[in-house]
């Protein structure tokens, strides 16, 4: 999934796993849709400097030599430190790769972490026993992962922090609903691989001959793709993912109307 920045409150003061948990968050009812809040609680004898979470792929790269993204502690507030705080999760995939440098330079690697609808991840490792770091992640419906990771020492790790980090561009347009139909959630999807992804446009009621104007933050590589889906959702519960592709970066408005008794649409400059 592509995103949009969330600004989540630090929390300031070292808490315990059994204080914080997943209870004591339920005051925040927001949706994330393309972003995952969760608070970041380091239990460890060492300052971490860098957290990062980013999709895991298949492809046979090793985790260190992936694009890690943005660093999720500098961009919350440049402190960094034992504690507690929360971070936003870009959520383009349900797994993630979780990468943590600490103070010393010294590297924590957890692979496969599940961080769909989760409310806490707590990193705890005791180096004097020589036992390998933790990660628990505390879902919202109560469920708990124990990810076991790996720690390179200094002398061993990378020294680069992370790959470059990936650029954001934003494609602006108007959707102009000219159909008998309300329609309750509007996204797009790449041509040649819809199955990665979607980019959501519109979600809440775009009534009957009304126009939305609309923006979403994608990564600006993105932009070399010129050929998208577009998919809606009606108040009736009826779905179209369209046949016809257009160009977000080109397009001015995009008008869903009525052929007959079918839904189209156009998009035009």
């Given at each position: 999934?592509?995103?949009?920045?969330?600004?989540?409150?630090?929390i300031?003061?070292?808490?315990?796993?059994?204080?914080?948990?997943?209870?004591?968050?339920?005051?925040?009812?927001?949706?994330?849709?393309?972003?995952?809040?969760?608070?970041f609680?380091?239990?460890?004898?060492?300052?971490?400097?860098?957290?990062?979470?980013?999709?895991?792929?298949?492809?046979?790269?090793?985790?260190?030599?992936?694009?890690?993204?943005?660093?999720?502690?500098?961009?919350?507030?440049?402190?960094?430190?034992?504690?507690?705080?929360?971070?936003?999760?870009?959520?383009?995939?349900s797994?993630?790769?979780?990468?943590?440098?600490?103070r010393?330079?010294?590297?924590?690697?957890?692979?496969?972490?599940?961080?769909?609808?989760?409310?806490?991840?707590?990193?705890?490792?005791?180096?004097?026993?020589?036992?390998?770091?933790?990660?628990?992640?505390?879902?919202?419906?109560?469920?708990?992962?124990?990810?076991?990771?790996?720690?390179?020492?200094?002398?061993?790790?990378?020294d680069?922090?992370?790959?470059?980090?990936?650029?954001?561009?934003?494609?602006?347009?108007?959707?102009?609903?000219?159909?008998?139909?309300?329609?309750?959630?509007?996204?797009?999807?790449?041509?040649?691989?819809?199955?990665?992804?979607?980019v959501?446009?519109?979600?809440?009621?775009?009534?009957?001959?009304?126009?939305?104007?609309?923006?979403?933050?994608?990564?600006?590589?993105?932009?070399?793709?010129?050929?998208?889906?577009?998919?809606?959702?009606?108040?009736?519960?009826?779905?179209?993912?369209?046949?016809?592709?257009?160009?977000?970066w080109?397009?001015?408005?995009?008008?869903?109307?009525?052929?007959?008794?079918?839904?189209?649409?156009?998009?035009?400059?």
């Amino acid at each position: 999934m592509k995103k949009q920045l969330v600004i989540l409150i630090l929390i300031l003061s070292l808490v315990s796993v059994t204080m914080i948990g997943c209870a004591n968050n339920t005051e925040d009812t927001r949706q994330y849709i393309d972003t995952m809040g969760v608070v970041f609680t380091v239990e460890t004898d060492d300052i971490i400097n860098e957290l990062y979470a980013f999709p895991v792929v298949i492809d046979g790269t090793d985790v260190l030599e992936q694009d890690m993204g943005p660093d999720l502690i500098k961009n919350t507030s440049s402190v960094r430190r034992v504690g507690s705080y929360g971070i936003t999760v870009e959520m383009q995939r349900s797994s993630y790769n979780v990468m943590a440098r600490d103070r010393s330079q010294g590297i924590y690697i957890f692979t496969d972490v599940p961080l769909t609808n989760v409310c806490e991840a707590v990193l705890t490792y005791d180096r004097s026993v020589g036992a390998n770091p933790i990660l628990t992640v505390y879902h919202k419906n109560g469920g708990v992962d124990v990810i076991e990771g790996q720690f390179i020492p200094p002398h061993d790790a990378p020294d680069h922090a992370h790959l470059p980090l990936r650029r954001n561009s934003t494609v602006r347009f108007s959707i102009k609903n000219d159909t008998n139909h309300d329609i309750s959630f509007i996204s797009m999807r790449e041509a040649d691989n819809p199955g990665i992804g979607e980019v959501e446009l519109f979600i809440g009621t775009l009534a009957a001959q009304k126009t939305e104007r609309v923006q979403h933050r994608i990564f600006r590589d993105d932009e070399e793709i010129t050929e998208w889906l577009l998919y809606i959702e009606t108040s009736t519960g009826e779905t179209i993912l369209f046949n016809g592709v257009f160009n977000p970066w080109e397009t001015n408005e995009v008008s869903i109307y009525m052929d007959g008794n079918t839904i189209a649409f156009t998009a035009t400059k």
